[in-house]
């Protein structure tokens, strides 16, 4: 299952081609099932339907927890590291994170959870958010994981769409110097939830909270009355494991689905390989388990392959910007997988709080959510890699369950800002406008996988023509990523970003729509238009252009009560950067939005704004462009 050469991945690659079934067979071998699959693979790209392991019996806890326990009973699954550095790192070995695990699934089925139910978890970074995610999974219950930072309605639509029968959250949450509140946010969002019969709740910051009879539980009281012995539930390799809600072009974020088999191979496989994971290696990968970096390369990635894995509470500034190396040298992390965010936000701090810790213990470096500027890739490889640690730019999506492409560190060749080539089972194409395949090298496109792979998304939850309009209806045979990307000269790839409206800030997926629906609700709002702009530290910006109802008196605090409605609706992740008052949108005669003319004077490209002739009133882009009020 591992490859050790530039050879055998060759040779892995190919025959992942050639013959994807007996690959994958292969791979899934290695791991534990109580009833071998009756098919590998079925599958229609039209009809967006993909199954593995179809007939296989397994569970993932036992392949994430069980299996380890003889060998490694005593290593620590988690080191958690709380958000204040002068409390006491936490170390949880296989033996107690499996017995509290299992005490938590007998607290969710006392509760009368049961297979096939939905819960929801909204947690800080806590070794409970990992026991709560891996309690779902022993019994079979869907989690659905919503990011802390999401507002109250977020959480209720997320809820209400999935019909979540359980909430699992905590008092509040530390971050940085903050301390935020959780169960008032839950409890604001249950207000307009009406499937939800209780609400389980863990003592983080010991914040007052109300607490309702009959449906609100501490956490600490709940596992103190239950059995530590909880079978694992057995579930079909295509039962649904998890949903993870994810932005997109339109409308509201949708529900991506996974299921346990396809999943669990794909995530650990990708693991091991492209981090080329060794036994006793320290894991830290520092997104949020909130996101699809945290559920595969946190949680199920490492726990499947054995592997110690760090969750850190807190931010990387907080006391200050030497925070990840610190937690670096303390815990002799081999592995540190991070964004070009953080990597950029750090750089602006200067290399004095990087030298005054010993980073030696660093083996491998990784980045990943968003593209990796070249500034930012030699930074990292050269200062907190000493040159020599292999750095692999991951590129994948929620809807992929892992990395798609990527180099394997230390094996494949590396291209600063380049994610280089497909891992085995991944058969990326390139094609135009019009759907044709580019072939050849030296071209760009918009990036498609023409086969599936185990970790592909199966369905959005309860909608599967939306799964299918959105990601395989545009180029009608392959599935679409909405990004865009060259292959160069020698075949590596390079992701250039989206292509349709979905932003990437900070690495968050936010799209435009969404952002404009927030705004548009705010009071003396008659419409927006939101665009991306580069921003140095984020990636991208939020641009938003605004009509409103009257000339505002005061602009600058029209602007932030914008961002407090914003705020509100989503979350403080999705507030606009930049707020343009405007008396007008440029818009085609059939009402579209011409984002792209937009851009262009966001990103101050004025002169050069292309054909707009084809615009309503051509004379309402120079009101935007001389920045009507
Ligand atoms: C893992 C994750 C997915 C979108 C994707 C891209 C962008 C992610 C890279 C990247 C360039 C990378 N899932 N993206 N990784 N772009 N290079 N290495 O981020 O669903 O939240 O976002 O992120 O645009 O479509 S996600």
């Not at 790209?45 to 003889?70: C, Q, S, Y």
């Not at 299992?102 to 978890?121: E, M, P, Q, S, W």
Request: aromatic share 10%; with cysteine; hydrophobic share 35%.
């Amino acid at each position: 299952m591992r490859i050790k050469t530039f050879e055998e991945y060759q040779v892995a690659y190919k025959q992942s081609v050639d013959d994807p079934e007996g690959f994958w067979a292969e791979v899934a071998q290695q791991f534990q099932w109580r009833k071998p699959w009756k098919k590998v693979l079925s599958w229609d790209f039209h009809e967006a339907n993909v199954k593995w392991f179809e007939g296989g019996v397994m569970n993932i806890t036992e392949n994430a927890l069980d299996r380890h326990l003889a060998e490694r009973g005593n290593q620590p699954a988690i080191i958690w590291e709380p958000n204040n550095p002068e409390d006491q790192a936490v170390s949880i070995s296989y033996n107690v994170l499996y017995d509290r695990v299992c005490r938590f699934a007998n607290v969710l089925k006392k509760h009368g959870v049961k297979k096939g139910d939905r819960v929801c978890i909204y947690l800080p970074m806590v070794p409970e958010l990992t026991v709560a995610v891996l309690s779902c999974a022993r019994i079979g219950a869907i989690h659905s994981v919503v990011f802390g930072g999401f507002s109250a309605k977020s959480i209720a639509d997320r809820i209400n769409d999935a019909a979540c029968t359980m909430v699992i959250t905590s008092d509040g949450a530390f971050r940085g110097s903050k301390v935020i509140p959780m169960k008032e946010t839950v409890d604001a969002a249950l207000d307009q939830c009406d499937t939800v019969k209780n609400v389980i709740v863990m003592t983080r910051t010991r914040t007052p909270v109300s607490m309702l009879k009959g449906r609100d539980h501490w956490w600490e009281e709940e596992v103190k009355h239950v059995d530590s012995n909880c079978p694992a539930e057995p579930m079909d390799a295509e039962d649904t494991l998890f949903i993870l809600y994810t932005s997109g072009s339109t409308g509201k974020p949708k529900g991506v689905v996974h299921t346990c088999g396809g999943y669990m191979v794909y995530a650990s496989y990708t693991f091991a390989n492209v981090f080329q994971y060794q036994p006793g290696d320290i894991h830290f990968c520092t997104a949020d388990i909130g996101w699809i970096t945290g559920h595969s390369y946190i949680v199920y990635g490492p726990l499947c392959n054995g592997a110690t894995s760090v969750v850190f509470e807190g931010i990387p500034t907080y006391p200050d910007a030497g925070r990840f190396w610190q937690i670096v040298e303390r815990h002799k992390v081999n592995i540190i997988y991070t964004a070009p965010t953080a990597i950029r936000s750090l750089m602006s701090y200067g290399l004095d709080y990087v030298k005054k810790y010993d980073l030696s213990s660093l083996k491998t470096l990784g980045s990943v959510g968003e593209p990796i500027n070249e500034e930012a890739w030699h930074w990292f490889k050269d200062n907190i890699g000493g040159g020599t640690c292999p750095l692999v730019d991951t590129w994948w999506q929620t809807e992929n369950g892992g990395i798609m492409i990527s180099p394997l560190a230390g094996i494949t060749p590396e291209k600063p800002t380049f994610a280089t080539l497909p891992l085995p089972g991944i058969q990326p194409v390139l094609v135009d406008e019009n759907g044709k395949e580019i072939e050849g090298n030296g071209v760009s496109g918009n990036l498609c996988v023409k086969f599936p792979w185990p970790g592909i998304i199966r369905t959005t939850y309860g909608d599967h023509e939306r799964c299918k309009q959105t990601y395989f209806s545009t180029y009608p045979g392959m599935y679409f990523t909405g990004d865009g990307c060259m292959r160069d000269e020698d075949g590596y790839y390079r992701i250039t970003g989206r292509v349709d409206d979905v932003l990437n800030v900070s690495g968050h997926r936010i799209g435009t729509a969404e952002v404009e629906n927030a705004i548009n609700m705010h009071l003396g709002v008659v419409e927006s238009a939101v665009v991306g702009y580069a921003h140095d530290i984020k990636g991208q910006g939020i641009y938003a252009y605004v009509i409103t109802e009257e000339i505002p008196d005061d602009p600058d605090m029209f602007r932030k009560d914008i961002a407090a409605t914003v705020s509100r609706i989503i979350g403080p992740i999705a507030k606009p950067d930049k707020v343009q008052f405007v008396t007008g949108l440029p818009k085609t005669r059939s009402g579209k939005i011409m984002r792209r003319i937009l851009r262009k004077i966001s990103e101050g490209d004025v002169n050069n704004l292309g054909d707009i002739s084809t615009l309503l009133d051509p004379t309402v882009v120079e009101d935007i462009k001389k920045g009507a009020y």
